[in-house]
Nanobody, 126 residues
């Protein structure tokens, strides 16, 4: 079973950048698509971005497209989220997740991700 631990969150001014990391343990990491979701106060958890198991395909929500970049290093069992041009509306808890149940839903579907990290807080001040 894969276990996930996020790091890299913090407080940043609007227009700034942050890089989140998600370290995975477990031998199946390299075979799993990975995603980042986020949950703002009072809102549901939403899809932000995802990456295929080999890293050749990436997917982005319209709200982050052109500003966020997902990548992975399978040799290090780590997924990254580079966030640039941050906006106050990007403030949320960011969760890393492994897509362990592809039959349940598509790449954007929260239900298809069966393993989650504990989350890391990102706060963007105006």
């Amino acid at each position: 079973q894969v276990q996930l631990v996020e790091s890299g969150g913090g407080l940043v001014q609007a227009g700034g950048s942050l890089r989140l990391s998600c370290a995975a343990s477990g031998r199946t990491f390299n075979s799993l698509p990975m995603g980042w979701f986020r949950q703002a106060p009072g809102k549901e958890r939403e899809f932000a971005t995802a990456i295929s198991s080999g890293g050749s395909s990436t997917y982005y929500a319209d709200s982050v497209k052109g500003r966020f970049t997902i990548s992975r290093d399978n040799a290090k069992n780590t997924v990254y989220l580079q966030m640039d041009s941050l906006k106050p509306e990007d403030t949320a808890i960011y969760y890393c997740a492994a897509r362990t149940s592809p039959s349940v839903g598509g790449i954007f579907a929260r239900s298809a991700y069966g393993v989650w990290g504990q989350g890391t807080q990102v706060t963007v001040s105006s």
